[in-house]
């Protein structure tokens, strides 16, 4: 893999389902997983097969499908899960089984019991064991965000001895500011012998809003695969969005990291995870919401009629949105106003344009927003075309 190129590792159908009263069917997973094929995203978690029966064959229905994706399949740090996943991922053309274990002191001594030499030697025989069964081994450091540097090298130097291909460094909790998950990564690429053999992989909570900026800090220190989810669902307050930082690597091209996304898509599959999930994605969220490519100021209006990108750094086009949208308002300017009544027929002078936005004024102040077929009720009160 080139050292520009970032992996994309897709959990819509593993972290992105834990969502409370989101749970999908196996077709519907089928028809997600699909998606994310044709999107280009380099791995798709298809689920946790020791979950449930459901989920087993989820896992296992996808594996047939996906042509170009590694599928992936979660477990704990339990010699059956990894059997069970195993036997899920079977018909994978490229199987990646995800396994670990907490690491920070609090998963240490309150939900293990245990301590620090323990939970490495736990680690080394989870990654050896699901080793004996496919090439691609990922390590999960679970709660790494809160967990001491010094011994997350010693559990990542280990478990890449074992086998690991791939680091999962997990903000499990969100914790972490963006220059500390940073500092984080950099001192993994600095202090573990052995570092150069595997991927590290930041996976981020948005618990404090930073999981795009956590990934993002991640990968400018040295990860090179970020994980994430369409619409940036998931447990709580969710995961990194998947359409957040493709789209924050394609605008910055300084940053000399690129992907595989094909983003034209973007949009599309945003609104398959909605519906299929039933879950409503806020207007104003980043790149897929409803507002993202809309304005309704008048002084922003005029700007964009004038030339797009005064205030839109993306084309609506690159993330699959067919045009930015002229929302009329009370706050809405003449130039706004003007340029919707040409798009339903009306070519406006100056002199008419003064008279109709006196009487637009007045309507747009009754209502949210002014629609086509109000322009055509306001022209005729304003009587200009009598």
Do not use: W
Request: one cysteine or more; charged letters at 25%.
């Amino acid at each position: 893999m080139s050292n520009t190129q970032i992996q994309i590792f897709d959990t819509t159908l593993r972290d992105g389902e834990q969502v409370p009263g989101c749970k999908l069917n196996t077709t519907q997973k089928i028809i997600i997983a699909k998606q994310l094929d044709l999107l280009g995203v380099d791995i798709i978690e298809a689920g946790f097969p020791v979950s449930s029966p459901g989920d087993f064959k989820s896992v296992e229905e996808i594996s047939k499908i996906v042509e170009n994706a590694t599928v992936c399949g979660l477990t704990r740090s339990v010699k059956n899960d990894i059997k069970v996943a195993a036997e899920a991922l079977k018909y994978a053309k490229k199987p990646r089984i995800h396994t670990g274990i907490g690491t920070s002191d609090s998963h240490i001594i309150h939900k293990f019991k245990s301590n620090k030499d323990a939970i490495i030697e736990r680690a080394v025989r989870a990654v050896s064991y699901a080793k004996s069964f496919v090439e691609d081994v990922e390590f999960y450091a679970e709660d790494a965000g809160r967990t001491d540097n010094e011994y997350l090298a010693r559990v990542c130097e280990a478990v890449i001895k074992a086998g690991a291909t791939v680091l999962n460094i997990p903000d499990t909790t969100g914790y972490c500011l963006p220059q500390e998950y940073g500092a984080k990564i950099k001192y993994l690429k600095e202090n573990v012998k052995g570092i150069d053999k595997a991927i590290i992989s930041c996976h981020c909570h948005n618990d404090l809003g930073l999981a795009t900026a956590n990934s993002i800090e991640g990968i400018v220190n040295g990860a090179r695969q970020i994980e994430c989810t369409i619409n940036g669902i998931g447990e709580r307050a969710g995961n990194t969005a998947l359409e957040e930082v493709v789209m924050i690597l394609k605008q910055h091209p300084y940053l000399n990291l690129d992907t595989n996304i094909n983003t034209t898509m973007l949009y599309g599959i945003s609104q398959l995870v909605s519906e299929s999930m039933g879950i409503y994605t806020q207007p104003n969220k980043a790149i897929v919401g409803a507002n993202a490519f809309a304005h309704s100021s008048g002084i922003h209006q005029d700007g964009v009629i004038k030339n797009r990108e005064t205030y839109e750094i993306i084309d609506p086009k690159d993330v699959g949105v067919t045009e930015s949208a002229i929302v009329l308002t009370a706050r809405s300017g003449r130039a706004a106003l003007a340029y919707r009544a040409k798009n339903v027929g009306y070519e406006l002078t100056k002199l008419e344009l003064d008279i109709v936005y006196k009487d637009f004024l007045d309507f747009a102040d009754t209502k949210k927003e002014v629609l086509d077929d109000d322009i055509h009720q306001i022209i005729e009160i304003s009587k200009i075309y009598k």
